[in-house]
């Protein structure tokens, strides 16, 4: 079985950074697609940012590009999202998500089958 576990979020004035790490356990990772998303209140669950976990077909929402970097430490099974630049629209529970096959679907939810239970990020202006 399959488990993410997200951590590091928390609250954060406009500009600054922080990094959010998934903890994956339960398969090989190898191949999978490594995916965040997030949700702010009222909106629908957007993509962030997608990897596979050899590190390749790298891929990141137009409104985090250039400030968000996703990123993995394959001795610890654990994927990164680095947030630099951080604005109050980046606020959001993001989540962690996960799947056995990469495919051209990343950017929609419903492409992932493993998700984490996701951690708050506050961004004040």
């Known amino acids: 079985q399959v488990q993410l576990v997200e951590s590091g979020g928390g609250l954060v004035q406009a500009g600054g950074s922080l990094r959010l790490s998934c903890a994956a356990s339960?398969?090989?990772?190898?191949?999978?697609?490594m995916g965040w998303f997030r949700q702010a209140p009222g909106k629908e669950r957007e993509f962030v940012a997608v990897?596979?976990?050899?590190?390749?077909?790298?891929y990141y929402a137009d409104s985090v590009k250039g400030r968000f970097t996703i990123s993995r430490d394959n001795a610890k099974n654990t994927v990164y999202l680095q947030m630099n630049s951080l604005k109050p629209e980046d606020t959001a529970v993001y989540y962690c998500?996960?799947?056995?096959?990469?495919?051209?679907?990343?950017?929609?939810?419903?492409?992932?089958?493993?998700w984490g239970q996701g951690t708050q990020v506050t961004v004040s202006s």
């Open positions: 990897m596979r976990w050899s590190g390749s077909n790298t």
């Open positions: 339960g398969r090989t990772f190898s191949s999978y697609a």
């Open positions: 998500a996960a799947d056995s096959a990469y495919s051209g679907s990343y950017y929609y939810t419903w492409a992932y089958k493993y």
